[in-house]
């Protein structure tokens, strides 16, 4: 599944690298996500204000969650129980306040939400679903760290001085975060210690981009 700016999902055919559904899912959809059993797939929507819920069966949308800001980015735990969506309290504030919606995926409804100094962008678990990441969100540029049981900020780990994070990843085994900063030198990605939430080295100038993944 892949998200499309233009307001839908387009399901893609790995067999045949084909479109095989357009899901029409509202204004600027801006990330997707499926869950661990393949049975879902949700799509945040950011002028729109909302998140769909996708049949990943019949790729049709079954439900609109309505987040009452501007979502950004998804991530699911482990157990596809719970969908974590990153906000902006109004896009025209630029990196206004915001924070990150807590969603009961058997429900579809926010059950909580963590309110955060600037609104995130990109969300990453780590493995065993215990901590989250969000790209931006702090007083700085940086990436917040979060206790995804309890909804406290841990650490914020700095990264730019000009642009913030807009996408993090996390390595299979946890140990390691990556960020992205699109506007730093050209494109730099910054590599993060897990267990101590320190950066410990910069990939530079690898061109301007959006998403990443490990």
């Known amino acids: 599944y892949a998200a499309d700016l233009s307001g839908s999902v387009k399901a893609i055919d790995l067999a045949t690298g084909t479109v095989a ?17 393949d049975t879902e797939a949700f799509a945040a929507s950011s002028v729109a204000g909302t998140v769909s819920v996708i ?39 630029g990196n206004g306040t915001g924070g990150i919606a807590v969603i009961d995926t058997a429900t579809d409804t926010v059950t909580s939400t963590i309110a955060l100094p600037s609104g995130p962008a990109g969300l990453a678990l780590s493995p065993d679903g215990a901590t989250l990441y969000a790209a931006g969100g702090g007083t700085d540029f940086a990436i ?22 807009i996408s993090v990843a996390v390595s299979p085994d946890g140990s390691t975060v990556y960020a992205e900063n699109y506007n730093a030198g050209g494109g730099t990605v910054l590599v993060i210690n897990a ?7 910069t990939i530079p100038s690898i061109g301007w981009f959006g998403q990443i993944g490990a």
């Open 21 to 37: 559904a357009t899901i029409p899912t509202g204004s600027e959809t801006t990330d997707v996500v499926l869950n661990p059993s």
């Open 55 to 93: 049949d990943a069966g019949t790729n049709t949308v079954a439900d609109t969650i309505d987040i009452g800001a501007n979502p950004m980015g998804l991530a699911i735990n482990p157990t596809g129980t719970t969908l974590y969506v990153s906000y902006i309290n109004g896009l025209t504030n």
């Open 144 to 165: 917040t760290v979060i206790d995804a049981s309890t909804g406290t900020v841990t650490a914020s780990i700095p990264t730019d001085q000009y642009d913030p994070p």
């Open 195 to 201: 267990a101590t939430d320190t950066v410990t080295d």
